[in-house]
């Protein structure tokens, strides 16, 4: 096993404690000993419920919407496809502010669709699964067009072949070979709507019991009760780690 210069190692090693060190920070300073009367407050498990319900379908709207769109940018050839995969990933470089002022001149009471709806999106808890799912989309459609790539297209070829339609093919063959991707994709896609802040605050606000989710409660804690702060971010912590070690032998081995 060959030896890492030091003049690698020094950096690497300051690297990995600059990233590591938070943490760990977080957990020493932890309440441990309140902390079952604290994750039992109203507002926590108000945060946590929220929190655990609109990530959830958000996810199935990424899903619902997501996956077809993955399938449309590996299997189409179509004009501009592109610019659509480009489109697809900006929400991941997109300030999440600038995406929550994006969905409120769109879905606002005078946006661009907002104003044909009949009903207000903003500042309600469907206002927080719309900013959730325009954030985390991106990591699914991703995963699972990569999946979908990876898949060998001569199944679905010799299911046509013997007579099955497309949504057929689609649905008992492409579907079963990319399950795992797809798995991966909306676990990564969950994580990410529970922990979106910037655009939820901005689209949805930050209303105790209707929109204030665990990153919210968070942000409003460090003004009153650090300790509360720190439980909910412990909660979404646990919930990262949970998520890597779930998807360690697919993507970090």
Known sequence: MRRAPLALVIP?????????LPLVGLVV?????????????PGVVSALVLSLQTATLATVLCLVFGVPLAWLLARADFPGRRLVRALVTVPLVLPPVVGGVALLL????????????GFSLPFTT?????????V???????????????ADA????????????????????????????IAAGAVLCWARALGEFGATITFAGNFPGRT???PLAVYLALETDLQSAIVLSLILLGVSVAILAALRDRWIG
């Open 29 to 41: 300073r932890a309440p441990w000993a309140s902390l079952p009367r604290r994750l039992a407050e």
């Open 106 to 117: 769109v879905f606002g009471r005078r946006g661009l669709v907002g104003s044909w709806l």
């Open 12 to 20: 690497a090693v300051l690297g990995l404690a600059f990233l590591v």
């Open 154 to 181: 001569r199944y679905e070829e010799a299911a046509a072949t013997l007579g099955a339609s497309r949504w057929v093919a689609f649905t008992r063959v492409t579907l079963p070979l990319v399950a795992p991707g």
């Open 212 to 214: 204030q989710t665990m």
């Open 126 to 134: 469907a206002g927080v699964v719309v900013a959730e799912a325009f």
């Open 136 to 150: 985390a989309m991106p990591f699914l459609v991703i995963a699972v067009e990569g999946a979908l790539r990876g």
